[in-house]
């Protein structure tokens, strides 16, 4: 599986992402620098965590207009797949391919700690390494991750599957206390209409290579693999 | 706005240069002589700008280089020592670690969000400065007494602050500590450090530029931000310091972030010959830096030098402490070749001047000559002075059988003492702190339940591509160095090599942050002689060289000091992560030891303050041939597996290493051995101790007695429950022990969440 990770200015996040995709592909993700105009050859295109531009505009909006997100859009709508994690994920709604905002964190502050997910929808290829309902541990690390969405648009991503993740407990009960940032629905991460796009506020790469502490992250880039392969 | 807007001469005339204009400038008389000496006639008002920021104690260490001196910087690890940017030491494999720590008090406590932002900022630059890449930041923190009115807003700006520019930079935040005590109500510390990974072959320094160079400023414009800096950072705090503010740098980390990829990509190249980042004092420092150093001269011509605001006059330019600005001598021929990296990055890149022979400072705008300064004696004949000291009085002796546990028993002491300030969890600080980015972090901040799912007694962060980790660690005890400088300066270097040491890791040197009050007190000026003359003690036995390090001295608000917080950063290695151990039980049916000797010493400890009231007594000695014995013990034990968790003995003694423990490790235990004075033995903050974990008690215990260290047996791990003649759930410790910040903050009633369990 070939991949590429789109670099912006204020990008911090890309070698953990390279170094999970390495991890579970055995291929070495190229970067691509936002200036660029044209994508290598790739099955994923990756939007990493950061803060592009300082996130002085709002989170995302600044990156969502760089030269190579014309490419990269342009893909995303003929189906080469496409994953957002955190900063990404702020882009990824900024450019409309998915919906929703993701507004400050409830608290105000930044947040970095460890979440647990469930996994909503296990039949796509983000996902499909992953049982039904099964839970997993992965940090978060954000300071604007609070999704959300109009009620008219939430029905609308729950019948059509498009919730891949949502915080819960230990347990897997996705009660008010196990939500980090009052996002909407608990919601951690979504899906466009065609399971092709995946955006997500917590970091599942910082949970894959061997010296991490934590490795629930892994099912996710297999599934990646599995599919993509 | 166009540049040629830029280029106007203000019409406005500068004020006339009198003593007056200089003592407002923080010159004395005599060093005002030495100036119209020097230049043999008066200064212009740029010059006598430059002479008074270069002299000032932030940049001059005027009041304490004569004792600075005296502590070790070599050893066999060391590659630079003090002198540079920051230290650079050996770590195998042909690299180096980089490190540093620097204060940020005095902007901290005017404007805390940007105070610390810029303080973490600043330090990261003088790592990168180096051609090392950060890889990890740390912070010690100093506020206020709780109940002080400002305390809580300090806090959470300085913490904002922080956090807004480390995370936004993408270095992970992984270790520090926080205090609190009334000595800092008027006065927080806010001590960064970071420590960065360079090729040993792919270092830059200060110093090396020749003649007939280009000089290239980089990064962000210049404006009348942070105009004589310096100068506030040297001087004594009055009420209404508040007037202050428009002295604080603004921070842009995201222009740091740029900052630090494009320097580092241009020093893949061959164009830099020298760099200095622009730090206190700004252009000024680091154009005398680069022309002392390399003893050559330099010519600025400010009209290039990229500006933010119009109308800027010599003197602003170079007083500015504008922030996210380097400085750097190009080998000639190269400048456009680093232009067009230094581009690609939309930094400002602008040739301003050039090196010359004659060891001049010159400075030209407008047309005009404003500065001609000769470098060598406004560097060599800064002032230097032996300050009348006193020596510390001698500490009260107390008796520490008089002070025993309350009537709430061992266990009703132990809640108080993880619930006061200084011990309760600071999860509200550290989940604000990004300690994951890059990807290599093995040990996080706190005790239970923490970002990298481990902790041990210092940070631990991985070396890309290898298996060798390093570890850090931010410690002093600031009670102790009041009771007793000299001991309290060996304990701070101690504790620091014990926290390093816990890991696995082996200690190798340290960065210091000595924050002290005003140096022409002779009581403060006695503090720091006796504390410097302990942490090179200390840094000698344990073979643990100073290779950086910062003054932040006049840390007094209307007459009234800081405890004397000589704050140490270490850094040590260990070959491989995965030998390296946590603070917490991993399993059931280990046994539980004390390594090293109890002898009860409750003076100046948390238990005396916290359950009897007393802040009192002499600080507990520090026998460094028994902290040195302990450590390789330690470690040599750790090394080959037979410690599954290990946790230094500090604050709050005994009984608290063994509670933290239990609450990282979700385990509990059941402790068998019976004091004969509970009180001092299990709150007793003796030296040179550990707690440790091990499945062979009987191995542990030989290979003790053949090396003469000391070992007791405490208890077992076991259950859910921390059981001595009563019970407490671990999980209720931990409920305790997490209470007390986020209630503090929420501005929940304290009386209410230290007594309440």
New interface residues.
Partial sequence: MKSAIIVFPGTNREKDMQMALEHVSGQTPSLVWHKDTSLPNCDLMVLPGGFSYGDYLRCGAMAAHSPIMKEVIDRAKKGTRLLAVCNGFQMLVETGLVPGALLHNQSLKFICKQVHLRAENTQTDFTRRFAKGQVLQVPIAHGEGNYFVNDDTLKSLQDNNQIAFRYCDEDGQATADSNPNGSIYNIAGVFNDSKTIMGMMPHPEDSVVTHANGHQGIPLFQSIVEALA | MSQAALKQKPSTQEPAITLELAKSFGLSESEFTLVKDILGRMPTYTELGIFSVMWSEHCSYKSSRLHLKKLPTTGKCVIQGPGENAGVIDIGDGQAAVFKMESHNHPSYIEPYQGAATGVGGIMRDVFTMGARPIANLNALRFGDPSHPKTRTLVKGVV?GI??YG????VPTVGGETNFHKSYNGNNLVNAMTVGLADQDKIYYARGAGVGQPIVYVGSKTGRDGIHGATMASAEFGDGNEENRPTVQVG????E??LIEACLELMQSDAIISIQDMGAAGLTSSAVEIASKGEIGVVLDLDHVPQREINMVPYEIMLSESQERMLMILKPGSENKARAIIE???LDFAVIGHTTDDQHLRLNMYGECWCDIPVPPLVDQAPLYDRPSVPPKAPEKIDNQAFDVSDKGLLGDLKKLIACPDLASKRWI???????????T?FSPGVA?T????SGDAALV?I?NKDKALAMSSDVTPRYVEANPFEGGKQAVAESYRNITATGATPLAITNNLNFGNPEKPEIMGQIVAALDGMGEACRALDYPIVSGNVSLYNETSGRAIQPTPTIGGVGVISD?KQAVGLAFTKEGHSIFVIGETKGHLGQSLFLREIHGMEKGDAPHVDLTAEKLNGDFIRAQILSGEISACHDVSDGGLLVAVAEMAMAGKIGCVIEHKADHAASFWFGEDQARYVVVTDNPERLKQAASVVNVPIMKLGITYGTELILDEKISVSDLTRVHERWLPDYMNNISLDNSLTAS
Avoid: H, R
């Avoid at chain 2, 550290?430 to 290599?440: A, C």
């Avoid at chain 2, 970002?451 to 481990?454: E, G, H, P, R, V």
């Fill in positions: 904002a956090s807004g995370n936004c930079v993408g842009d980390p995201f222009t972030k740029l690609k990055w939309d550290w989940e604000q702190y990004d300690s994951l980015v890059m990807g290599e093995i339940n970002q990298a799912l481990k991985k890309p992560y």
